[in-house]
């Protein structure tokens, strides 16, 4: 397996279609949520009436075959990284994962657990990640706009990491999946 293959800012944004899709882009986004914790807490608010994020053309969606942003909100366990990854794989590029909390990025208070994933953008390419225990409604509305201006710019590019280094991806992804087969296969009964 290849070394990380790294995508250059000035690579992606010299295409002048690109750019003029991104404009686009960033005005309508739909976002699949993937509410594995407490982050699930703080997402109605953030659609509702008082934060409103549908005035920015962000809105939920059901299914990952229409959705652009996944979130993933808590932690993340042996069990759901195969769900979220086969949920990352169907959704059309370009793509974009934005991470809640700690969790995602070191385990947050599960961090020594078995089961829990750390550090989530060795399996998928994490975009954001917002901070906080979990990130108030206004930080989470600060965080997709501040992916939506990393997608004018160019800037929000995991989809294509994916794609280069989809063997690096996919052997992190087989070392936890094969190391916890057993006991997702019999459902954790011998």
């Known amino acids: 397996m290849g070394d990380f293959i790294t995508v250059s800012r000035q690579e992606i944004v010299d295409n002048k279609w690109e750019r003029v899709l991104n404009f686009f882009r960033q005005r309508s986004l739909w976002m699949l949520y993937y509410c594995t914790g407490c982050g699930a807490v703080e997402l109605p608010p953030t659609m509702t009436s008082r934060f409103d994020m549908e005035r920015f053309g962000i809105g939920p969606m059901a299914t990952p075959r229409q959705a652009d942003i996944l979130l993933i909100t808590g932690y993340v366990s ?16 370009p793509k974009y994962v934005v991470g809640f909390g700690s ?5 947050g208070i599960y961090w020594d657990s078995y089961a829990t994933i750390n550090y989530l953008d060795k399996y998928i390419p994490v975009d954001l990640s917002l901070t906080g225990c979990m ?27 994916y794609q280069l280094n989809y063997e690096w991806y996919k052997k992190n992804q087989r070392e936890v999946l094969e190391r916890t087969a057993p006991v997702l296969d019999t459902g954790g009964l011998k």
């Open 135 to 161: 990130p108030r409604p206004q930080a989470v509305l600060d965080g997709l706009l501040t992916l939506i201006q990393m997608i004018d710019k160019g800037e929000a590019v995991g989809h294509k990491k």
């Open 103 to 107: 969790c995602p990025v070191n385990g």
């Open 78 to 93: 042996a069990k759901t990284l195969k769900r979220i990854v086969r949920s990352y794989e169907q959704m059309p590029d």
